[in-house]
């Protein structure tokens, strides 16, 4: 996976409002998710743009408010392409991965941006694209490949997730189906359902045609 460089600065005025003006300058706000998990009550010191979340059982996690300028990320967004976000917060080094956008439901313009930190001791789980190569048994019969899944869910070290999940079709044959539970790549933990289908070969009209003259 390519790392996407990109400059953060901590935010500390939040609310609606506050967002407004942000978006009316180009800019987005952000918040990091998946900081240290701390004990409650929280004696520590925060950085700027930190807080603490309780999660239940005592327990907080520190997440971070930022923002990034909408030009720096169209290059990270508008793409089908997936990385590893190398943030400069003031300075310092801290490795996300997109986890969500919220966009204007009229307008299309980025209203809001989470990330999640990541590190190379701690799985993530991300939807990476899927990319067919080989040339079908099935479509050499008239057959007709389709791709159903354009992206699966994988779970694994950041720094072991490719750019793309390249699965070879040669052996799929006539009116035949891959699903996600036939798909083993190492390192990797696919976690969509075992029986979704990924790609399949359908019956073509010639197909079927050939198939009934060569019963006769």
């Given at each position: 996976m390519n790392t996407f460089q990109l400059e953060a600065k901590p935010r500390t005025?939040?609310?609606?409002k506050a967002a407004k003006a942000l978006r009316s300058q180009n800019l987005i706000p952000?918040?990091?998710?998946?900081?240290?998990?701390v004990k409650l009550p929280f004696e520590g010191t925060l950085k700027e743009g930190e807080k603490v979340i309780e999660?239940?059982?005592?327990?907080?996690?520190i997440t971070t408010d930022l923002v990034v300028s909408n030009d720096a990320v169209r290059k990270l967004i508008y793409t089908p392409d997936i990385f590893a976000i190398e943030l400069d917060i003031n300075g310092e080094k801290r490795m996300a991965v997109l986890k969500d956008?919220?966009?204007?439901?009229?307008?299309?313009?980025?209203?809001?941006?989470?990330l999640l930190?990541?590190?190379?001791?701690?799985?993530?789980?991300?939807e990476v694209p899927v990319k067919l190569e080989g040339h079908a048994e099935g479509v050499k019969a008239g057959g007709k490949l389709t791709l159903s899944m354009k992206k699966l869910k994988v779970r694994a070290i950041y720094t072991a997730i490719p750019e793309r999940l390249v699965i070879n079709v040669d052996k799929l044959g006539l009116?035949?189906?891959l699903q996600v539970g036939d798909i083993h790549i190492d390192g990797l933990e696919i976690v969509n359902a075992k029986n979704a289908v990924v790609c399949a070969v359908a019956l073509t009209r010639a197909a079927r045609g050939a198939q009934a003259a060569a019963g006769k």
């Open positions: 005025d939040l609310g609606k952000v918040v990091l998710n998946g900081g240290e998990i999660i239940g059982n005592g327990r907080g996690i956008i919220q966009f204007h439901p009229v307008k299309e313009n980025i209203l809001h941006i989470d930190e990541v590190s190379d001791k701690k799985p993530v789980v991300m009116g035949k189906t």
